[in-house]
């Protein structure tokens, strides 16, 4: 009994904080595009209560990585005496800001509570999801969103489906120093919903991570050649929107050296949910 599920990669097609709170999080508006590129995943049922991860990636194999902490967590939660040996076939950077751990986390979830006959409902799933990070409920929900609060108000939009080219410069962004300096914008306007689409753009955390790691800058200059771009999450990937896929390949081929790149498609629904419907696990 084995289940293999897509985990998606998300942008943030723009990132305003708009100010900071009394818990030492910060208030923010994110508009969410769930791509059609990521991780994969697959899921081996036990009979006892043992999990293992395997990875192509050997740094992530430890028990501090958020696919074992989800399990662990459902486990505690519903009292599950089963495991699993998991296995993730890496492809997205870390620490790049496009919601690789997160999103991994959420599948870990979604297919665990399938194989071990859970029944717990999204909103059930998505309440666990937040204690792992606020981005994890985005992914259990599957929906590209607008965002509030820390990342957890979620509102589904239906966005347009585009063609992005991303990129990820040869440097790591620790999202902790980014929201603890004293340098970050922290007093953006909030919009509201009826307005966001009629509204500038912008990443509230670029400016700051463009000073701290200049090769970020850098390559937003290079991709601003082809096409307008910028930062999503905290970095250090960039990003920008293409008419077709030829123009995106035309700038791939062009890659800055040391950087890596991937052409995806803008998806409103993840493709695990399409996944999760088509196994015979999934009642």
């Not at 309440?127 to 979620?154: H, N, Q, Y």
């Not at 966005?159 to 962004?173: D, G, M």
């Not at 991709?223 to 960039?238: F, H, I, K, N, Q």
Request: charged share 15%; net charge negative; aromatic share 6%.
């Amino acid at each position: 009994m084995t289940l293999s599920l897509p985990a998606v990669a998300k942008l943030n097609l723009f990132l305003h904080i708009t100010g900071r709170r009394h818990d030492g999080y910060h208030n923010l508006q994110t508009l969410f595009q769930l791509l059609d590129v990521g991780d994969q995943l697959h899921f081996t049922l036990r009979h006892d209560n043992k999990l293992t991860l395997q990875c192509n990636d050997l740094s992530l194999q430890g028990a501090d990585n958020l696919i074992i902490k989800a399990a662990v967590l459902l486990q505690q939660h519903t009292g599950c005496s089963r495991g699993c040996d998991i296995i993730l076939d890496k492809n997205l950077p870390m620490g790049g800001g496009l919601g690789g751990g997160s999103s991994d986390a959420a599948t870990t979830l979604l297919a665990l509570n399938v194989l071990w006959q859970l029944n717990l409902s999204t909103p059930q799933l998505a309440a666990l999801a937040l204690t792992l990070g606020a981005d994890v409920p985005l992914f259990v929900w599957g929906r590209s969103a607008f965002a509030e609060g820390i990342g957890e108000k979620l509102v589904a939009v239906d966005l347009p489906e585009k063609i992005y080219l991303v990129v990820t410069p040869p440097c790591h962004i620790s999202t902790a120093e980014i929201f603890q300096h004293p340098d970050l914008t922290r007093n953006s306007r909030a919009l509201s919903l009826d307005t966001l689409f009629n509204s500038p753009w912008r990443n509230d955390c670029q400016p700051l991570v463009e000073q701290l790691q200049p090769i970020v800058a850098i390559t937003l200059q290079w991709l601003v050649e082809y096409a307008p771009c910028r930062m999503t999450g905290t970095g250090a990937s960039v990003f920008a929107e293409f008419p077709d896929t030829a123009s995106a390949q035309h700038a791939l081929a062009n890659l800055p050296p040391n950087c890596r790149g991937f052409i995806a498609k803008g998806v409103n629904q993840s493709p695990v949910m399409a996944a999760l419907a088509d196994t015979e696990f999934y009642a």
